[in-house]
């Protein structure tokens, strides 16, 4: 029986090690992790120095990729067999504090620790930029996916044909503004990191995918107009299945579930055996994000379109070796005291 009334180092590794294997935009990873000795409380920052001014003046994807370390976080301190207890945007004196994670205590007797393969999909996660088979995913897979969503806070919807048709338009027609956008595309490119560089943010080149064929599928063109970076193009699935993810309100903290109900969403395609991928390019522009929003809703703000399906596993991304640095032995280290 577990005696231990605060979380070892071991546990607290184990933890952190879950939270840093979320995804982030453009793997900027701006998030930093902070113990407080006297509390045990286990504070989420952002990290300024590693955001987009371009493709995200409003911190908005920075707060949906915080929100999906947050539940890693969560996930691994119930896998480990501690409760614990989360608040967003605890204290605003210090905007940069996006979340405390405090663990309660241990998992008691009557406590349903979640599936453990949710856990284990933490690290089999990986964004594919492969083109898929077009294998419809079966109605309860999705069903669960969007449940996943709705316990975390936020909404999931699968449009049909004509629904994805327009979306996909959206994203293309963002694509298309981003490419003509020389600031944007450098913006972009910094975050490209070149085959065996000992880099532990941004995208490898080797983690690329190629562009469609057919031009149905509007992937991200990372390599701007680099002839030397590009990759031949393939064929990509004729039937795209997409996942719009939205909440019914626009505020950081619905951002920041958003980005938890996104890892939730991932995890358990993952958990099914799903390939996904994330298209983030109509979130970009106002107009367009407006524009990807559901008809049939009222109130819906978009984050995410999720593709999803079966094909080939993604190539990894580097993660930077994550700490917890205790805030009060030096609260001004890093400067988040003023973020």
């Given at each position: 029986?577990?005696?231990?009334?605060?979380?070892?180092?071991?546990?607290?590794?184990?933890?952190?090690?879950?939270?840093?294997?979320?995804?982030?935009?453009h793997?900027?990873?701006?998030?930093?992790?902070?113990?407080?000795?006297?509390?045990?409380?286990?504070e989420?920052?952002?990290?300024?120095?590693?955001?987009?001014?371009?493709a995200?003046?409003?911190?908005?994807?920075?707060?949906?990729?915080?929100?999906?370390?947050?539940?890693?976080?969560?996930?691994?301190?119930?896998?480990?067999?501690?409760?614990?207890?989360?608040?967003l945007?605890p204290?605003?004196?210090?905007?940069?504090?996006?979340?405390?994670?405090?663990?309660?205590?241990?998992?008691?007797a009557?406590?349903?620790p979640p599936?453990?393969?949710?856990?284990?999909?933490?690290?089999?996660?990986?964004?594919?930029?492969?083109?898929f088979?077009?294998?419809?995913?079966?109605?309860?897979?999705?069903?669960?996916?969007?449940?996943?969503?709705?316990?975390?806070?936020?909404?999931l919807d699968?449009?049909?044909?004509?629904?994805?048709?327009?979306?996909?338009?959206?994203?293309?027609?963002?694509?298309?503004?981003?490419?003509?956008?020389?600031?944007?595309?450098?913006?972009?490119?910094?975050?490209?990191?070149?085959?065996?560089?000992?880099?532990?943010?941004?995208?490898?080149?080797?983690?690329?995918?190629?562009?469609?064929?057919?031009?149905?599928m509007?992937?991200?063109?990372?390599?701007?107009?680099?002839?030397?970076?590009?990759?031949?193009?393939?064929?990509?699935?004729?039937?795209?299945?997409?996942?719009?993810?939205?909440?019914?309100?626009?505020?950081?903290?619905?951002?920041?579930?958003?980005?938890?109900?996104?890892?939730?969403?991932?995890?358990?395609?993952?958990?099914?055996?799903?390939?996904?991928?994330?298209?983030?390019?109509?979130?970009?522009?106002?107009?367009?994000?407006?524009?990807?929003?559901?008809p049939?809703?009222?109130?819906?703000?978009?984050?995410?379109?999720?593709?999803?399906?079966?094909?080939?596993?993604?190539?990894?991304?580097?993660?930077?070796?994550?700490?917890?640095?205790?805030?009060?032995?030096?609260?001004?280290a890093?400067?988040?005291?003023?973020?």
């Amino acid at each position: 029986m577990r005696t231990q009334t605060v979380p070892d180092a071991a546990t607290l590794e184990s933890l952190l090690a879950a939270a840093v294997a979320a995804p982030s935009i453009h793997n900027t990873q701006p998030w930093r992790f902070r113990l407080d000795p006297d509390s045990q409380v286990l504070e989420v920052h952002s990290a300024p120095e590693r955001t987009l001014p371009l493709a995200d003046p409003t911190h908005r994807a920075q707060y949906l990729s915080v929100g999906a370390a947050v539940f890693n976080l969560r996930l691994a301190a119930v896998h480990q067999g501690w409760r614990p207890e989360v608040r967003l945007l605890p204290d605003p004196h210090h905007p940069g504090l996006l979340a405390a994670v405090r663990l309660t205590g241990p998992l008691g007797a009557d406590d349903q620790p979640p599936d453990p393969g949710l856990y284990d999909a933490i690290a089999r996660r990986h964004t594919s930029r492969m083109p898929f088979t077009g294998r419809p995913v079966p109605e309860p897979i999705v069903a669960e996916m969007t449940a996943a969503a709705h316990a975390a806070g936020a909404r999931l919807d699968v449009p049909d044909i004509a629904g994805t048709r327009r979306l996909l338009r959206l994203t293309a027609a963002a694509e298309a503004r981003n490419h003509a956008h020389p600031e944007r595309i450098a913006e972009t490119r910094t975050w490209i990191t070149a085959p065996g560089a000992d880099v532990p943010y941004g995208i490898p080149v080797t983690a690329l995918g190629p562009p469609d064929a057919a031009t149905r599928m509007p992937m991200r063109d990372f390599t701007g107009a680099l002839p030397a970076l590009r990759l031949p193009a393939l064929w990509f699935e004729r039937h795209v299945q997409l996942a719009v993810l939205w909440t019914p309100h626009d505020r950081r903290e619905d951002w920041l579930r958003a980005g938890q109900a996104l890892q939730y969403v991932l995890l358990t395609a993952t958990a099914h055996g799903l390939r996904t991928s994330l298209l983030h390019q109509a979130m970009e522009w106002p107009d367009l994000r407006a524009a990807t929003a559901l008809p049939r809703h009222k109130r819906c703000h978009p984050h995410m379109l999720i593709r999803f399906g079966y094909g080939p596993d993604g190539a990894g991304t580097p993660r930077a070796p994550g700490h917890f640095a205790a805030r009060r032995a030096a609260p001004h280290a890093t400067g988040t005291e003023t973020d």
